[in-house]
Each structure stands twice: as structure tokens, then as C-alpha cells.
């Protein structure tokens, strides 16, 4: 039953109205339902792809230190640079078998980017095989 359900992420801010602007027009992600109860942790699901992600106010945001969210792109290049035209900064690593140049880093056959939201949470750009 769970093998076939869709996955939702979700992403934990501290102002939700900072984040609708990030998620909403920075990254262009559709607003396809908002939730203003509880009043304590309203929340937004954004619609990707076939999928949707949960941007929800919570006191735990920004506290990851690893990728909470990615994105599986067929042209990452041009996703980096389509962000970066939108205002994103991309992170940079070098941490031995992670190394980016220009924001992008090479792993095998696979590439990823990494950039961060508002509250510093992780985000991820990927483009498999």
C-alpha cells in the first residue's frame, strides 16, 4: 500500500509569509492549497512535478543540516542557472568526494547543487545517471 503512495516533503519554516515568497516566487512553485489552522503552524502544500511539498511554520525550522528537499531535473545546468537568475545563491563544498564547481558537483554519473531557503534549510537540485 505505502509502495505506491506519493511522498510528500516536508519542510519546517519560521515565517510563513517570507516562505510563500521564497517557495511561491523565487523558486516558482504553484500554491495549490493553504492551511491557517492551527493557528500555531499554518501551512502551504506547493505543487511539483506530480507531487506536492509541505512548507509548514514550526519553532524546528532551519535546524537540519542535510538536504530536506530536492528536485530531480533532466537539465541541472540550466535549473542552476534559471534559480541564480531568480535570486538564489548556490552552495559551494568541498568535502572529498564532494566537490562543487560553480555550485554543481559531479558524482559518477549523477550531478546535484545545493542552495538554502530563509531559514537555512537545505535544498537540493539533482540530475540522475
Known sequence: MIENAKAEPCVPVSDLSRASSFYGETLGLKEVQR??????????????GDGTVLVYKSVGA????????????DDIETAVDELRGRGVA??????????????????????????????GNILGVGQYG
Open 90 to 119: 548556490f552552495e559551494e563544498y568541498d568535502m572529498g568526494d564532494i566537490k562543487t564547481e560553480n555550485g554543481i558537483a559531479t558524482i559518477g554519473d549523477d550531478r546535484a547543487a545545493w542552495f538554502k531557503d530563509p531559514d
Open 35 to 48: 492551511y491557517e489552522e492551527p493557528a500555531a503552524n499554518p501551512m502551504i502544500r506547493y505543487g511539483v
Open 62 to 73: 532551519g535546524q537540519s543540516r542535510h538536504t530536506l528537499l530536492g528536485f530531480v531535473v
